[in-house]
């Protein structure tokens, strides 16, 4: 006589229950029609493209997404199109649980501003280049000179701090990069040149620049000097 274990049977039961319930999820979520699409830009800077410039690179030839089951698309190469958009710093596309296909866009963030014979573009944070865009105009620091003869990372260095620092993004306006690497800054309100030399000490130079000038301005005289040589690190050598 056969003694059943019905503990047993009825856990086994219970994962063919659980099996068939998740396959049975899986197989609606896959041929889940897709309601609608929408764009979700993050951080700070969403201004340079328009929902509508991303719709254009989820929706291919203008088919209707309506008529597609979730498993049609594919959501990597959705992304990876949008990540071609030299605006686009990073996106991620996805399919939510209610059926809208999300595109969610970090876009770069431009720290300087080129203008050279081919014509003109941003530089991004991570010293890349960025083109102009017809929704904004960004307010960074314009670039002119050899910019090339200096590393991008370290360009882009110095246009960061710039940017991340309230004083110095309303204070420098301009900077000129010379055949030898050095860098020439232009201020706001004032005429004088901010001779910042090589990139190296970037931090230093900025602190000993933000110091100058608070004690010049409560001494009433920035006026007087033609240039600010930040060269030395432990002093500020300034022109008349």
């Known amino acids: 006589m056969k003694i059943f274990n019905w503990t047993n049977i009825r856990l086994v039961l219970m994962v063919i229950a659980v099996i068939a319930l998740f396959s049975f999820t899986s197989y609606r979520n896959e041929h889940r029609k897709i309601k609608k699409t929408e764009v979700v830009f993050v951080g700070e800077n969403a201004l340079f493209l328009k929902p509508e410039m991303v719709n254009k690179l989820l929706i291919e030839k203008n088919q209707d997404l309506k008529t597609f089951d979730k498993v049609d698309l594919d959501l990597k190469k959705l992304e990876t199109s949008i990540n071609k958009q030299q605006m686009v710093q990073k996106a991620d596309v996805f399919v939510s649980v209610d059926g809208v296909l999300k595109a969610v ?16 573009f ?15 105009t960004a307010r960074v620091p314009l670039l002119s000179g050899e ?5 991008k990372e370290k360009l882009s260095e110095v246009l960061r701090m710039i940017n991340e620092d309230e004083f110095l993004k309303k ?17 706001r309100n004032y005429d004088f040149q901010i001779d910042f030399g090589r990139t ?14 608070q004690k010049a301005v409560s001494d009433s005289t920035l006026t007087k000097y033609k240039k600010i040589n930040l060269k030395f690190t432990k002093q500020v050598v300034c022109i008349k």
């Open 200 to 213: 190296i000490n970037i931090e230093k130079k900025f602190k000993n620049y933000k110091a100058f000038f």
């Open 105 to 120: 866009v970090k876009q770069k963030t431009p720290v300087g501003r080129v203008f050279d014979e081919t014509g003109s």
């Open 171 to 187: 204070n420098i306006i301009g900077v000129q990069v010379l055949p030898n690497g050095s860098l020439i800054m232009a201020n």
């Open 122 to 136: 941003y530089i991004d944070y991570e010293g890349n280049k960025m083109p102009l865009s017809d929704n904004y």
């Open 147 to 151: 910019i090339t003869v200096v590393k």
